[in-house]
């Protein structure tokens, strides 16, 4: 081996390290890939459907109502959910209808069975404190969201990204 073969392959080999330490990179911070776990919510994602996340959404942009994000729990159990409550808001669904600071807000996606009703007192929470969002799975009747003492509302911090779409559904 000569010193040209030498350089030639330190050169191919740092075009191989750049391109794998890009792919980390984008795989870590910037999307991700996750399965919808169980019917809370149907009928926009089945269970099993695979979604592609954007991770990297929430560092430029301040989540917004009605958006379906992939977040964890207080157990940290992976959760994608729907924001319907945004901080400094007091939340009330009642008749299968959602009331933001006492004024219905029409939901602009489909919705699965019909919901208890609630409001957010049931947290102790009058508003929501600052950095917290209030989620609900699109399957009222069938969805362990943020009207759940265990799950509560959600940290910011906590969020995993934005749905960005659905790559796969299953069924």
């Known amino acids: 081996m000569d010193l040209r073969d030498v350089k030639e392959f330190f050169k191919d080999s740092l075009v191989y390290i750049v391109c794998a330490v890009l792919v980390f990179f984008t795989v870590v911070y910037v999307v991700g890939l996750q399965m919808v776990s169980g019917p809370s919510m149907e009928p926009n994602y089945q269970s099993q459907d695979i979604l592609l996340l954007n991770k990297f959404h929430y560092r430029l942009f301040k989540p917004k109502r009605f958006q379906v994000i992939a977040t964890q729990d207080r157990n940290r159990e992976l959760l994608i959910k729907r924001i319907v409550g945004m901080p400094g808001e007091h939340i009330k669904y009642v008749d ?20 208890r009703d609630f409001d957010l007192e049931f947290l102790e929470f009058e508003k929501i ?20 003492p265990l799950v509560g509302l959600i940290n910011k911090d906590d969020f995993i990204g934005k749905v960005a779409f659905r790559l796969w559904r299953t069924k």
């Open 129 to 148: 404190p600052e950095g917290y969002y209030f989620v609900m799975g699109d399957n009222r009747a069938k969805s362990s969201d943020s009207r759940n």
């Open 96 to 115: 299968n209808k959602l009331y933001v600071n006492g004024k219905h807000v029409e939901e602009n996606f489909r919705t699965g069975s019909d919901s």
